[in-house]
């Protein structure tokens, strides 16, 4: 299992100075085998040399950068300056030494209808959009990937939808495992829909409570049908992961699993339980997939 960790799940370290390269040092120290990288701290703005510069720490460390990966909002009036930003990533994600970069539509979770307008009024304007996106990448030597996300582009239906219609073929399925609850969907019937489409993995998990009780307070969202939502530990979520990675294994995945965390617990503690609770997971599939190997040619 290749473990990666998301570096944007620092924010508040990063608002009082963290950088990158330090969260990539404590990735190291966790027991991660790679990192994505994000646009905050050092690359705020795409800025090739400070890329350079985290590059090098990566590689002295030995972990690489798997992915950049940034929000990104395409469905605005003036979403072709944001191309033009997400193509200076682009190079950002090059030097880095990426071979994934992978970036948003409509990332707000709003009910209003400017942050969440229909799909379809927007479907021609951001397949035209990433499509751009994708031709500048492929110049680069870089793979465009999608994740199920927010209100608008995301449930299996629109996904892909969205996914089908894009013209060029260096894209792929990011599997974000939590991001689909804000749909209403499951994280293991999204997996095996996409499974021969799957580039990158974010692993994530979510506390649940129905919509119909009452608001459990600060740090909790509020999905498109209404259940309350709140990120937390791999492992004290409700999500099943071992079927997933069943599924995935079974499927030939041979990617990056990255953990992405938006949870009120301590990041790094998150990503150190996190890391070995996903460890712990991905063995009982490999295990039980080996069982029911054993038992068939047993009989």
């Not at 990675?245 to 990056?256: A, H, N, P």
Request: hydrophobic share 40%; net charge negative; glycine share 10%.
């Amino acid at each position: 299992m290749k473990q990666s960790l998301f570096l944007i799940n620092f924010p508040r370290q990063y608002a009082e100075g963290y950088t990158q390269a330090e969260a990539i040092r404590f990735a190291k120290e966790a027991g991660f085998a790679g990192v994505e990288a994000a646009n905050v701290a050092e690359l705020a703005t795409p800025d090739v040399k400070k890329a350079e510069a985290l590059r090098r720490v990566s590689e002295s460390l030995g972990l690489p950068v798997v992915c950049m990966s940034m929000p990104i909002r395409l469905e605005c009036e003036n979403w072709r300056e944001q191309v033009d930003l997400l193509k200076r990533y682009i190079d950002v994600t090059h030097t880095l030494g990426a071979r994934l970069f992978h970036h948003t539509f409509v990332p707000t979770l709003s009910f209003g209808a400017e942050e969440m307008p229909a799909y379809g009024d927007i479907r021609a304007q951001l397949i035209e959009a990433a499509s751009t996106v994708q031709e500048y990448a492929a110049s680069r030597g870089v793979v465009c990937v999608y994740e199920d996300q927010g209100f608008v582009v995301n449930g299996i239906h629109d996904y892909e939808d969205f996914y089908r219609h894009l013209p060029r073929g260096n894209k792929g399925v990011v599997a974000d495992l939590g991001n689909i609850y804000f749909y209403g969907e499951e994280p293991a019937r999204f997996a095996a829909h996409f499974l021969r489409d799957i580039r990158h993995v974010h692993v994530k998990d979510y506390l649940r409570k129905n919509g119909g009780g009452q608001f459990p307070g600060r740090g909790w969202y509020l999905s498109k049908q209404g259940d309350f939502l709140r990120g937390t530990v791999i492992g004290h979520g409700v999500t099943d992961f071992v079927p997933i990675f069943r599924t995935l294994i079974q499927g030939g995945y041979d990617g990056w699993y990255s953990i992405e965390f938006d949870g009120p617990e301590d990041p790094f503690y998150a990503a150190t339980l996190g890391r070995e609770n996903m460890q712990y997971y991905y063995e009982e599939a490999m295990r039980q997939l080996q069982y029911i190997e054993d038992v068939r040619l047993g009989e």
